[in-house]
């Protein structure tokens, strides 16, 4: 069979990036090797951001109608007492803000939706083998399970969507780092016969001698969780006489529910090192697994179909380069690794089971949710990450002047002119490019690429939404995912079309995403001299927080083979030389600080220059041309320094481990080199 992508997978991920291309009218193959949607409810919620993607696939109001949204959440303490509650506060996507699945019939309805496409074809009952790529596209061997034949799929691109275990990323040699937590968790599916007091609401209890989830789920379903706590049997926690026992501590008995199915599961944090190979993308779990806690692992899976399908869709239509391609990873990224961050918080929330650490944890909550600030961040869940894709394909200049270049246009409801009813903003904007314009714009190279919606002469608006988004900016590019891609003020002109879209403008850069410490140090190296930055981030503290930064964005393909130290010695204006050693061992990297035993290369540095090295101020190479630093030991090594800790190389680079010792070279041949 040959198509234009082929999706290895067939739950929600890989069911809604089907949709996403069939609508697009590329030609799909899907390979799922399961015959029925996964019986048992794994995603308990989705937000407003993930139902406007699947409004862009015409599947919104099909899935809110097995929903239930606008249900309170409660963190309770061992007695019941709440000391935490949210009430997201809607961020203008259209949608509920928060609303409660039941997936089986999720997946039923994203499935149905893919049997609208003649383009794209299911292949239910099939196993992915074997994966080769070549320039132009790439091969997949397949399996029948019902008679055991076998076939081959060439398509130009693979969409990874295999789940955590991925048997595509574990082919490729892409590292899944991370960790497993210990305690496996019980889950449990009930159907409800009887309703009690707080049915309807999401609780977990936080109690230090067992923590658990309870939550209610639509058509008649209601989930528990339980821990199997360290020394007990996993399979005996199972059971259904234990599970009453469980669900008795809570008042619930067979008068009020059914138990359904249990399963065990494990939480996992992990990131795959690359999330693409070549013609190669991984996608959902397969490119990164977070614990349950805010409910958003299913969401983010979606998230990235919805980010890397429009793209794909341009570059088989010729209408985009493949460099467009380049931007999934370093857009979403960020905003999995935030919501990460987010589930890990509130899962240690929940899971404390030291007693005293749990009476202060619920003493602070109670305390700061009085707080009228520190209150309404926790009740209106503005911790919340925002969508915001500046580290991708935007057109950055414009992000100086215009702060909303990056995010989520907001979707208020608008009406057309000719017409009386309201409809919510995309279904008016369409599936492509977008110009959204408070007063009338001039013929320009977007002409034929972007649609010119003018407000207020074709579109009248409800509400303020969308002019406090805009504020003091005229006029909008927006992307087909409906994020901004540049901005204009009055009278003045936008950017004009990327190269990657094939206009006149120049390549957007992917820029590298920056941690909350990086920005604190950016910013103080540009107005800092180097004297008083040395005072600030010299410190043994600072430094190791960097080197720490530095070991954990180490890519290993890019090391290529390489084990062993890598010393750096950093001399401050007094004269004074710190040495901190940085550790390569196989799919990780270490820091330290001190000499390393035995170096196979030394950097050798002024403190000065290396923290504005770190900011991002300063690139190895320009140091080198001014023999501001000098490197001992391997010279290929040196050379790739930059790509190995935090500047990641290009798909395809440094992929075979050498077969043979590096040659040692001087900085003299580097600098001529």
Known sequence: MRADVVIVGYGPVGASAANYLGQAGVDVVVVERDPTPYARARAISTDEEVLRCWQHAGLADALKADMLG??????????????????????????????????????????????????????????????????????????????????????????????GSSPIRTQLGIGFEGKTYEDPWVVIDTKVKQEWPEVDRLRFHCDPERPAVDCPTPLGHHRWEFPVLPGEDR?????????????????????????????????????????????????????????????????????????????????????ATPALLDSYEPERKPHVRAMTDKAVFFGRVITERRPALAVARNVAFRAAMRAPRVGSYFRDADWFPDIDVVHGF????????????????????????????????????????????????????????????PLGRDLRVDGPLLDDFLGATDAVVVRPDKSVFT????????????????????????????????????????????????????????????FIEMAKAYVPRVANGFVGQIQYDLRRSSGRVTSWTVKVAGQRAFASRGAATAPALVVRIGLGDFLRMAAGELEQVELLKARRIDLTGDGLLAARLGSMFGRPAPPDVYVTPPTVDPPVVTVSDLVEA
């Not at 203008?92 to 496409?117: C, D, K, S, W």
């Open 70 to 163: 606008d249900r309170p959440l409660d963190f309770v303490d061992r007695r019941g007492r709440s000391f935490l509650s949210f009430a997201p506060r809607s961020r203008g996507n259209g949608h509920p803000p928060q609303m409660f699945i039941y997936q089986p019939a999720l997946e039923r309805t994203i499935r149905a939706g893919v049997e609208r496409f003649g383009n794209v074809t299911v292949l239910l009952e099939r196993e992915a083998g074997a994966v080769r790529q070549g320039p132009d596209g790439v091969e997949l061997d397949v399996t029948d399970l019902r008679d055991g034949s076998q076939s081959v799929i060439r398509a130009r691109y693979l969409l990874a969507c295999d789940g």
């Open 235 to 319: 399979d005996e926690v199972s059971s259904e006489a234990y599970i009453w026992t469980l669900l008795e501590r809570y008042g619930i008995t067979p008068e009020h529910v059914e138990i359904l199915r249990r399963a065990v599961y494990v939480h996992h944090v992990r990131f795959a090192e690359r999330w693409r190979e070549g013609r190669i993308f991984l996608l959902g779990d397969a490119a990164h697994c977070m614990p349950p806690w805010i409910g958003q692992g299913m969401a983010s899976g979606v998230r990235d179909a919805h980010n890397l399908c429009w793209k794909l869709a341009a570059v088989i239509a010729g209408d």
């Open 394 to 453: 935007v057109d950055r200049d414009s992000r100086r002047e215009h702060a909303i270049v990056g995010l989520r246009l907001p979707q208020p409801l608008v009406t057309a002119t000719g017409h009386d009813t309201p409809v919510l903003l995309d279904e008016v904007l369409g599936r492509g490019w977008s110009i959204v314009s408070r007063s009338p714009r001039e013929p320009g190279p977007w002409d034929g690429l972007a649609r010119v919606h």
């Open 487 to 546: 901005a204009a003020a009055a009278g003045a002109p936008l950017a004009p079309p990327p190269a990657e879209l094939r206009g006149p403008g120049a390549p957007v850069a992917m820029a590298a995403p920056q941690s909350p410490g990086e920005r604190l140090l950016a910013a103080a190296a540009a107005r800092l001299d180097d004297r008083a930055l040395e005072r600030a981030f010299g410190h043994a503290p600072a430094l190791r927080a960097i």
